[in-house]
């Protein structure tokens, strides 16, 4: 009985370390997609800032030949726009991708945590096993 218990615990313990390994692989994408997210988020952020500004005209383009065109300004403000516009929108679905990237890391590491208490649990009773066994052993 108590090899057998030995083997079952070593068995736990093989269990136990691959899900402990799972679940620090899942914590370093967790991180890693919370990272997209962020980048993504302030992108956005960037890039709204800059629509705002071509809006308002506060800040019009400036170099040799600008200076004095208000038509030129106007026309280059204009042509930013579109450009603008589709990254907003590419930074928009690359944080959509990445929240949900987050999510789904997130319940796979909830899972992971479960089943990971689990196999802890079984571990501990196969050891309580053992020591029962172990006090119930003739003393020489």
């Known amino acids: 009985r108590m090899q057998l218990l030995m083997a079952r615990v070593q068995l736990q313990e093989q269990r136990i370390l691959y899900f402990d390994r799972q679940l620090a692989e899942l914590h370093s994408q967790v991180t890693a997609a919370t990272e997209r997210a962020a980048s993504a988020a302030t992108e956005i952020e960037r890039i709204q800032e800059q629509l705002k500004s071509l809006a308002s005209g506060s800040s019009p383009p ?3 030949g600008l200076v004095g ?3 030129v300004a106007q026309a280059i403000r204009q042509a930013m726009r579109p450009a603008l516009e589709l990254a ?3 930074s928009r679905k690359d944080a959509d991708a990445a929240s949900k990237a987050e999510q789904q890391l997130r319940a796979q590491e909830a899972e992971v945590i479960a089943n990971l208490a689990g196999e802890q649990s079984r571990w501990n009773g196969f050891n309580a ?6 006090r119930s052993l003739p003393t020489r």
Do not use: A, V
């Open 88 to 90: 907003l929108e590419g």
């Open 69 to 71: 065109q208000p038509d």
């Open 62 to 64: 400036t170099g040799p």
């Open 129 to 134: 096993r053992l020591d029962e066994l172990e």
